[in-house]
């Protein structure tokens, strides 16, 4: 994992306030969540088009002090995008059958995106619904979010992990959350999605080196790490 500080005082008060930085954080977990958890189309590749890639790392330097991870996946998808640039549709359909391939099948997903799945160091499990998906439905419960729509996803998928700390970075951006909370969400970045997205980032780079998902995934991962180890607070 990368090695995070706190952003000193002196950075901070000489870019933007506390509550822009949890509101780069929300709209950056926000994105994240919802390109995985369902497939593109054309009204939603705005992920194919390389200058929204310079406009949200821009964001993701708001949002991190750190994210080496992360800028990484940034590249990648510019170069995505700069390939796809020539034919916007055929680029949407070749997105979508990835999106088929690595996180529903058939016969079964070569990168399932739920944390049950990778209890087990070093092993893709099988069995779906294990003591994440549990915790991660009362914490969803508990925030009043809901889990919606015809994918009927288990709660540990890492869309919904994102999703989750997308709306309490809201929370946080309009004060409806305590100062102190941040330590509690960077917590819980450590122990959900930051604590198995390279698991799934090795996964999604083993089935499908040169796609649009694994740089998804990647900036996912740096974004959570950097968040879950300091940047957060």
Not at 87 to 113: H, Q, S
Request: hydrophobic content about 45%; aromatic content about 10%.
């Amino acid at each position: 994992m990368m090695e995070c500080a706190e952003w000193p005082a002196s950075v901070l008060a000489a870019t933007s306030t506390w509550r822009d930085v949890w509101r780069s954080r929300a709209e950056t977990f926000a994105f994240l969540g919802n390109s995985l958890l369902r497939p593109m189309t054309t009204e939603t590749s705005i992920g194919l088009h390389e200058s929204f890639w310079d406009a949200f790392s821009q964001q993701l330097g708001s949002a991190f002090r750190c994210h080496d991870r992360a800028a990484l996946g940034v590249d990648r998808l510019k170069r995505y995008a700069r390939g796809a640039s020539s034919c916007r549709d055929a680029a949407v359909e070749r997105v979508d059958v990835e999106y088929a391939r690595l996180f529903i099948g058939p016969p079964k997903p070569a990168a399932p995106p739920w944390e049950t799945m990778y209890a087990v160091p070093g092993r893709v499990g099988e069995a779906g619904f294990g003591d994440a998906a549990f915790e991660m439905r009362a914490l969803l419960r508990d925030a009043g979010l809901a889990v919606r729509g015809p994918s009927n996803q288990y709660p540990d998928h890492l869309g919904l992990e994102l999703l989750y700390l997308a709306a309490a970075c809201r929370e946080m951006a309009t004060g409806q959350r305590p100062a102190g909370d941040g330590r509690r969400l960077a917590r819980f970045a450590s122990e959900h999605p930051a604590s198995w997205a390279t698991a799934l980032r090795e996964a999604v780079e083993s089935a499908a080196p040169e796609g649009y998902y694994l740089g998804i995934v990647e900036v996912a991962e740096g974004a959570c790490c950097a968040f879950a180890e300091g940047v957060g607070v």
